[in-house]
C-alpha cells in the first residue's frame, strides 16, 4: 500500500499542474483593426472636405469602429446622395476572403466665420457694416445659406425683418435696383473697334450684374446686363 500511493502521488501532481496549465494557457483572436480603420476613414473625409470654407473638424464613432471585421485593406466611400456637411454616414467596404460592407457615423463640423445682425433690420432697409458683426461657428448648425463673406452684405437690402442676433442669410437680403422700372437708361452694344449705342425705356427693375430688358425707339426690345455705372451692355 505506501508503495502504491508513493506512485499515485506523483500522478495527481503531475494531473493537478496540467490541469492547471490548461487553465492558465491564454487563447488569441484577431485584434480589431479601428486604428487603421480610423486612419482610413479620417483620410477620406479629409480630402473629400478640402474644399469646404474654414476649418473642418472631423470625428468618427468609435464603437462602429471596434466593431468593423478585421480587413487588411478597407476601402471607405460616400453612399449616393449623401453630403459632407454635419451628421454623415460613411461607407465601408472590404474585398478579401468574404466581402463585407459596412456603415460608420461620423461627424463633419466645418468652424467658420458668419455674421449676424447686431439690432433688428426692418425689411426693406439698405445694409451697411454697421448692421452686423462677424462670429465665429460650426455653419453645419446654421442655415446654409447663411452670409461668410462681407462683400455679400454691401450693396443690399432686407427683403424681410432680420431680427437682433439672427444670423443674416443670403435669402433675407436682395441686391438694390440700380435701374428701375420706367427709367431711361443707355443701352450699348460693343465690338472689334466699334461701339453703338441707343436710349430706351427700362421694363424691370434690376440690380448690378442682373439682366434688364430695354424698349427702345422704333418698338424694340432689347436685353442686356446692367453695368455698376448704370449702364446696360447688350449681349448676344
Same mark, same amino acid.
Given at each position: 500500500?505506501?508503495?502504491?500511493?508513493?506512485?499515485?502521488?506523483? #500522478?495527481? *501532481? @503531475?494531473? %493537478?499542474? +496540467?490541469?492547471?496549465?490548461? &487553465? =492558465? /494557457?491564454?487563447?488569441? $483572436?484577431?485584434?480589431?483593426?479601428?486604428?487603421?480603420?480610423?486612419?482610413?476613414?479620417?483620410?477620406?473625409?479629409?480630402?473629400?472636405?478640402?474644399?469646404?470654407?474654414?476649418?473642418?473638424?472631423?470625428?468618427?464613432?468609435?464603437?462602429?469602429?471596434?466593431?468593423?471585421?478585421?480587413?487588411?485593406?478597407?476601402?471607405?466611400?460616400?453612399?449616393?446622395?449623401?453630403?459632407?456637411?454635419?451628421?454623415?454616414?460613411?461607407?465601408?467596404?472590404?474585398?478579401?476572403?468574404?466581402?463585407?460592407?459596412?456603415?460608420?457615423?461620423?461627424?463633419?463640423?466645418?468652424?467658420?466665420?458668419?455674421?449676424?445682425?447686431?439690432?433688428?433690420?426692418?425689411?426693406?432697409?439698405? #445694409?451697411? *457694416? @454697421?448692421? %452686423?458683426? +462677424?462670429?465665429?461657428?460650426? &455653419? =453645419? /448648425?446654421?442655415?446654409? $445659406?447663411?452670409?461668410?463673406?462681407?462683400?455679400?452684405?454691401?450693396?443690399?437690402?432686407?427683403?424681410?425683418?432680420?431680427?437682433?442676433?439672427?444670423?443674416?442669410?443670403?435669402?433675407?437680403?436682395?441686391?438694390?435696383?440700380?435701374?428701375?422700372?420706367?427709367?431711361?437708361?443707355?443701352?450699348?452694344?460693343?465690338?472689334?473697334?466699334?461701339?453703338?449705342?441707343?436710349?430706351?425705356?427700362?421694363?424691370?427693375?434690376?440690380?448690378?450684374?442682373?439682366?434688364?430688358?430695354?424698349?427702345?425707339?422704333?418698338?424694340?426690345?432689347?436685353?442686356?446686363?446692367?453695368?455698376?455705372?448704370?449702364?446696360?451692355?447688350?449681349?448676344?
Amino acid at each position: 500500500m505506501p508503495l502504491r500511493g508513493s506512485l499515485l502521488r506523483p #500522478l495527481a *501532481a @503531475i494531473l %493537478a499542474l +496540467a490541469g492547471l496549465a490548461g &487553465l =492558465t /494557457t491564454p487563447t488569441y $483572436s484577431a485584434p480589431p483593426l479601428s486604428g487603421s480603420a480610423r486612419a482610413a476613414i479620417n483620410t477620406f473625409l479629409v480630402r473629400q472636405t478640402a474644399g469646404l470654407p474654414g476649418k473642418v473638424v472631423i470625428s468618427i464613432d468609435a464603437p462602429r469602429l471596434d466593431a468593423l471585421p478585421p480587413c487588411e485593406a478597407l476601402e471607405p466611400f460616400l453612399p449616393s446622395g449623401a453630403q459632407l456637411w454635419g451628421r454623415v454616414s460613411v461607407g465601408v467596404r472590404c474585398h478579401e476572403g468574404r466581402p463585407w460592407t459596412r456603415y460608420v457615423p461620423a461627424h463633419v463640423a466645418v468652424v467658420s466665420t458668419y455674421y449676424v445682425a447686431v439690432h433688428p433690420i426692418e425689411m426693406g432697409q439698405a #445694409l451697411t *457694416a @454697421i448692421d %452686423a458683426v +462677424a462670429r465665429e461657428g460650426d &455653419l =453645419t /448648425t446654421l442655415p446654409r $445659406s447663411v452670409i461668410v463673406d462681407p462683400a455679400q452684405l454691401k450693396g443690399v437690402i432686407a427683403s424681410n425683418r432680420i431680427a437682433l442676433g439672427a444670423p443674416i442669410r443670403s435669402d433675407l437680403v436682395r441686391a438694390v435696383a440700380l435701374v428701375q422700372r420706367g427709367q431711361y437708361v443707355k443701352i450699348i452694344s460693343q465690338g472689334a473697334g466699334f461701339v453703338v449705342s441707343a436710349e430706351g425705356k427700362a421694363l424691370t427693375d434690376a440690380a448690378v450684374g442682373a439682366i434688364v430688358q430695354v424698349k427702345i425707339p422704333g418698338g424694340s426690345v432689347l436685353s442686356g446686363i446692367v453695368l455698376p455705372s448704370g449702364i446696360v451692355e447688350r449681349r448676344s
